[in-house]
């Protein structure tokens, strides 16, 4: 069992800042791809970023540019910097782990709100 845990979220202003991180208790981190989703209300949850076990990055297009993931193996942790934050990026943020394209766990989420 993987748990997942997302703190960094919070409330900031149209073209802040702000970076997410997922700690994972889990003893062989490296082998696992992480990501990134997020959900907003009425809304179903859609793909925002992707680091896998190799450190190849994929993003969603309506965050390309503006978010970086990346990745610690030794800290078992995963890192969405978010820049040029949007009205529209306001949602929960949710971490995952997977392998061979499949999504085995999922965080519990953080709330991230971006309003003047």
């Known amino acids: 069992q993987v748990l997942l845990v997302e703190s960094g979220g919070g409330l900031v202003q149209p073209g802040g800042s702000l970076r997410l991180s997922c700690a994972a208790s889990?003893?062989?981190?490296?082998?696992?791809?992480m990501g990134w989703h997020r959900q907003a209300p009425g809304k179903q949850r859609e793909f925002v970023a992707r680091?896998?076990?190799?450190?190849?990055?994929t993003y969603a297009d309506s965050v390309k540019g503006r978010f970086t993931i990346s990745r610690d193996n030794a800290k078992n942790t995963v890192y969405l910097q978010m820049n040029s934050l949007k009205p529209e990026d306001t949602a929960v943020y949710y971490c995952?782990?997977?392998?061979?394209?499949?999504?085995?766990?999922w965080g519990q989420g953080t709330q991230v709100t971006v309003s003047s």
């Open positions: 995952n782990a997977g392998q061979n394209g499949l999504i085995y766990y």
């Open positions: 680091m896998s076990s190799g450190g190849i990055t």
């Open positions: 889990v003893s062989d981190f490296s082998i696992y791809a």
